[in-house]
């Protein structure tokens, strides 16, 4: 685990929450506080020791001022073959750094060393920022479902 999640988990235990990996995920990714994360949440109608849908999450990170851009996608890279309108999309995602590692423990020597990604799996959201896991489940294999690429509003970067 990282020194800035185990610095976000201590902040956590204070607040004594739990099921809050979106808060910080959200708190990592953009650089902000985790009370600032849970509140921009709480206003989106997060609940106390609940998680929260993904929509809420990106609403939460426009109210802190932040985009995300999906970067990859399981479900694409496996089966975009068979939908006639996302082929190119599919083969994009093919060759994506994301696609050589499909477990958050694989990905580590792919992971880009700079910029703020929230990495999504089946049930939990993680952050990875400046080419290193701010998690738990830095050494598990928990399969990657989605990636989103995190930036300020108003900032282009190129990929």
Request: aromatic share 8%; hydrophobic share 35%.
């Amino acid at each position: 685990m990282s020194d800035l999640y185990q610095k976000m988990k201590r902040r956590s235990d204070r607040w004594r929450e739990s099921n809050d990996c979106t808060v910080t995920a959200l708190a990592i990714a953009t650089g902000k506080t985790y009370e600032q994360a849970h509140g921009a949440l709480a206003l989106r109608g997060r609940n106390f020791r609940k998680g929260v849908s993904m929509s809420v999450l990106w609403l939460a990170a426009s109210d802190l001022g932040f985009t995300q851009k999906e970067v990859y996608c399981r479900f694409f890279s496996d089966h975009g073959d068979y939908l006639s309108s996302d082929k190119e999309k599919a083969a994009k995602y093919r060759r994506s750094r994301w696609a050589k590692g499909k477990t958050i423990k694989s990905i580590k020597p792919h992971l880009p060393k700079r910029g703020a990604y929230l990495i999504e799996t089946s049930d939990h959201i993680l952050c990875v920022r400046a080419g290193e896991v701010h998690d738990w489940t830095s050494d598990r294999r928990h399969r990657i479902v989605k990636v989103h690429h995190i930036t300020k509003a108003g900032v282009s970067r190129k990929e």
